[in-house]
């Protein structure tokens, strides 16, 4: 996953698979890169949590298109509560919280001028990790 605009990045890198009493678990670290920030945060996430990823993107992607007063359209990945995640809302510009695992309570906001192909762009990494996998994505 890799969000990003002219100065700012959050992005998502999976480092590994995990020992083989943990073999539906990949470690992958959340990387911030900014003028003012440069933060690295490794979670743990699961072919589901890719799968909710694709989800989440139907989601901002059907948003877009029909947009509705009132609050943004906010996703958390991997869902929140067991480890780190990102809190994506769709605003203009749009904004990714980092959050640290729930009992630091640390968190980074980061706004993202992304240009219009960004989900088709995640859409085709996200692809390319499935394969890596050996899912058809």
């Known amino acids: 996953m890799r969000?990003?605009?002219?100065?700012?990045?959050?992005?998502?890198?999976?480092?590994?698979?995990?020992?083989?009493?943990?073999?539906?678990?990949?470690?992958?670290?959340?990387?911030?890169?900014?003028?003012?920030?440069?933060?690295?945060?490794?979670?743990?996430?699961?072919?589901?949590?890719?799968?909710?990823?694709?989800?989440?993107?139907?989601?901002?992607?059907?948003d877009e298109h029909q947009p509705t007063e009132g609050e943004a359209l906010t996703v958390d990945w991997p869902a929140a509560g067991r480890q780190g995640y990102l809190r994506f809302i769709a605003e203009d510009p749009y904004v990714v919280e980092v959050h640290d695992a729930p009992q630091t309570q640390v968190s980074v906001r980061v706004p993202l001028?992304?240009?219009?192909?960004?989900i088709k762009e995640a859409r085709q990494r996200l692809d390319a990790v499935s394969r890596l996998l050996g899912r058809d994505g």
């Open 113 to 118: 001028d992304m240009d219009e192909d960004w």
């Open 3 to 62: 969000l990003s605009d002219w100065s700012r990045v959050v992005s998502v890198r999976l480092v590994h698979h995990l020992p083989a009493w943990e073999p539906d678990y990949y470690a992958a670290d959340i990387v911030i890169t900014s003028d003012l920030v440069n933060a690295q945060l490794r979670i743990h996430v699961t072919l589901e949590d890719l799968d909710q990823w694709a989800e989440a993107l139907d989601r901002i992607e059907s």
